[in-house]
């Protein structure tokens, strides 16, 4: 009889078999806990969803109904539960892709998937309600073993915000350069209906009953100009005649033209620190930011309200690895506008400051209102806010830096007026011929010998043809072809050491800077303008 004992070999063998099985579910026990690590921390939630023909299970969701059998949720990840608390978040996000799906149940598309044993992509597909924002994912739906169908969703709500800020930063950028453009060009034409318009009522007897014509046309006029001014602060190319001044002197001066614009049943309370609050700025944009923001109060106040109005001092000090984006580190004169009014939703604040945005009606307003106050605080170096519930009011925060020296009185220079008989040489270089003809015409009844020219290129030839014909004054446009004013004056003064030079533009800041015309010193005249304008400027230029 044969001993049936294995053999020490056999059992040798069959150990070593059962090692290498061992260390082999090791590895897939250790591949698979690495494959349930990546699952639960990414960032990309996961739902898998299974075919199913029996109950539900106890403490699982319950399954959905289908055409074609049942389907029921039986795994999430982490990141798959914070996309949405909500059940029908794949309904939503397949219905919005598939309208023709609109009858039926979403499941129909998990089917779909498995008979075509090949991954649906949703693309990029949004999802809210009313009561909270929209959230953007990338949605994808793909078959797995044992009739089950995965889906995936990549949250980038994030990304296309901030592609939706960048397009609409690009947008008012690009809005901005058309409105400096547009109004640089209205400008030059409201100088000459301005100028020649003051020739006329000039012309015509004071009891001429076309003299109520020419009032009503400077009035138009100054409409106009009212409106470029609005257009070149929005866009941040109208020059700032910047000096230190006091913000709370400047409110208190407001005070009474405040108390005009808004209606009697609205209360005025303006509160403002005593003790130095200087800022470098431009009185009279300040006041324009002021006197926008009263009237978008005013008009948020229908049935009366308050207004408050305070001004002060301010440190921003953020915290150490939470930089506040809005105000940035810094001293700051600050203003402060509320109201108790209708308030705002969040779509419309975030919309509030783009150009010829507006939530009034029809004739109600030209939208440049918000739009002119931020290009306004943003050229002055500052930052705006605004905090605004439905309701609840609006409450706008300006932070101007502190300037370095205290408000002091600006140095008057005496306007000199030309006198007749006093007639001192004036080169006129303009590429506008109806501002240049304007010019020329005016300065020539002020007394002023003129020669003219439309060009800079042209103004040279003129001076190496005659090098002996001398000027007192060169008044020239900043922006012109091949050559700018600033470079004229430049090769004028090698010339004519002794020569003044008066610039003239129709657009400032962002297109002057480059051209060295805003420096402490440079005489500029801003268009449109008036013959008196002219007149003092040129008298001040020559004093």
């Not at 309208?99 to 039926?104: E, I, M, Q, R, T």
């Not at 300040?286 to 001092?313: F, H, Y």
């Not at 080169?427 to 109806?434: G, H, I, K, P, Y």
């Not at 005489?523 to 449109?528: N, R, S």
Request: proline content about 5%; hydrophobic content about 40%; overall charge negative.
């Amino acid at each position: 009889m044969s001993d049936a004992r294995p053999s020490d070999v056999t059992i040798q063998l069959l150990r070593d078999e059962i090692s290498r099985r061992d260390r082999q579910l090791a590895q897939i026990g250790s591949r698979i806990q690495l494959y349930a690590d990546v699952v639960q921390n990414m960032e990309i939630g996961l739902a898998v969803w299974a075919h199913t023909e029996s109950e539900e299970s106890v403490g699982s969701p319950p399954p959905v109904e289908a055409g074609r059998g049942r389907w029921q949720l039986i795994a999430t990840n982490p990141a798959a539960s914070k996309l949405s608390s909500r059940r029908d978040l794949l309904r939503d996000a397949a219905l919005d892709h598939y309208p023709d799906l609109a009858h039926a149940p979403v499941p129909d598309l998990f089917e779909e998937v498995l008979e075509a044993n090949a991954i649906r992509d949703l693309g990029e597909v949004r999802y809210g309600d009313d009561k909270s924002p929209d959230a953007v994912f990338v949605v994808k739906v793909f078959p797995l073993p044992n009739r089950c169908v995965g889906v995936t969703f990549y949250d980038i709500t994030d990304k296309k915000q901030l592609e939706e800020q960048l397009s609409r930063s690009q947008r008012v950028e690009a809005v901005g350069r058309l409105a400096g453009g547009i109004a640089h060009d209205f400008n030059n034409i409201l100088t000459a209906i301005s100028g020649y318009i003051g020739f006329l009522g000039d012309a015509l007897a004071a009891d001429d009953p076309a003299q109520t014509y020419v009032r009503e046309i400077e009035e138009a006029a100054s409409r106009a100009s009212r409106l470029t001014a609005q257009l070149l602060a929005f866009s941040r190319r109208r020059a700032i005649k910047a000096r230190p001044i006091h913000l709370c002197s400047l409110l208190g001066d407001l005070d009474e033209m405040m108390h005009r614009v808004i209606s009697e049943d609205i209360e005025l309370l303006l509160l403002t620190e005593e003790g130095p609050c200087v800022v470098k700025a431009d009185p009279g944009q300040i006041e324009q930011v002021v006197m926008n923001l009263v009237v978008n109060a005013r008009d948020a106040m229908p049935t009366g309200g308050q207004l408050i109005i305070e001004s002060g001092v301010v440190q921003i000090r953020n915290p150490k690895g939470k930089e506040n984006l809005e105000v940035p580190d810094g001293d700051y004169a600050v203003l402060i506008v509320s109201d108790t009014g209708s308030g705002m939703t969040a779509q419309i604040k975030e919309r509030i400051f783009e150009p010829f945005f507006t939530t009034k009606g029809k004739g109600g307003g030209t939208g440049l209102g918000l739009a002119t106050v931020h290009g306004i605080v943003k050229q002055h170096g500052g930052h705006i806010t605004v905090a605004s519930q439905p309701g609840e009011g609006t409450t706008f925060c300006i932070y101007l830096p502190i300037a370095g020296e205290e408000a002091g009185a600006e140095e008057v220079r005496k306007p000199a007026v030309a006198k007749h008989g006093i007639a001192h040489r004036i080169l006129l270089v303009e590429d506008e011929a109806a501002v240049r003809n304007f010019a020329s015409e005016a300065l020539g009844k002020l007394g002023y010998v003129v020669e003219m020219a439309s060009s800079g290129s042209e103004a040279l030839r003129l001076l190496k043809k005659d090098p002996e014909r001398r000027f007192d004054l060169l008044l020239t446009d900043v922006v012109m072809p091949s050559m700018s004013g600033k470079q004229l004056a430049d090769e004028l003064r090698s010339l004519q050491p002794e020569v003044r030079v008066l610039f003239m533009s129709g657009y400032a800041d962002e297109y002057l800077g480059p051209y060295g015309v805003l420096e402490d010193g440079i005489d500029l005249i801003e268009k449109p303008f008036s013959m008196s304008t002219l007149a003092r400027k040129v008298g001040e230029a020559l004093a």
